[in-house]
């Protein structure tokens, strides 16, 4: 059974940074494409970004362009999100999401297993 978890939420001032994992275990890892959505206060699920089984390819949502990255380490069935010049509206609980058959998706539906989700606050 593949179980994702994640870990590294927490509060932080604007401005700050934090690095969220998650670890994969009960499936071959390195098959799984990737991805981080969120859920703010009173919002819907959103897609922040994605990464390929490989690695080679990454996609992001336009509000987190050039302050986030997604990343992965096969070896140790992780995937990160790096989160820098954190704003308070990236306050969320942030989730990962993987599936052996799609990948590089935004919509939540095609991704078949997901982590419980990590807080992150970012205080102004």
């Known amino acids: 059974q593949v179980q994702l978890v994640e870990s590294g939420g927490g509060l932080v001032q604007a401005g700050g940074s934090l690095r969220l994992s998650c670890v994969v275990t009960?499936?071959?890892?390195?098959?799984?494409?990737m991805a981080w959505f969120r859920q703010g206060p009173g919002k819907g699920r959103e897609f922040v970004a994605a990464i390929s089984p490989s690695g080679s390819s990454e996609s992001y949502t336009d509000s987190v362009k050039g302050r986030f990255t997604i990343s992965r380490d096969n070896a140790k069935n992780t995937v990160y999100l790096q989160m820098n010049s954190l704003k308070p509206e990236d306050t969320a609980v942030y989730s990962c999401?993987?599936?052996?058959?799609?990948?590089?998706?935004?919509?939540?539906?095609?991704?078949?297993?997901w982590g419980p989700g990590t807080q992150v606050t970012v205080s102004s």
């Open positions: 009960g499936g071959t890892f390195s098959r799984y494409g």
């Open positions: 999401a993987g599936d052996r058959w799609n990948y590089m998706k935004i919509q939540s539906q095609w991704y078949g297993y």
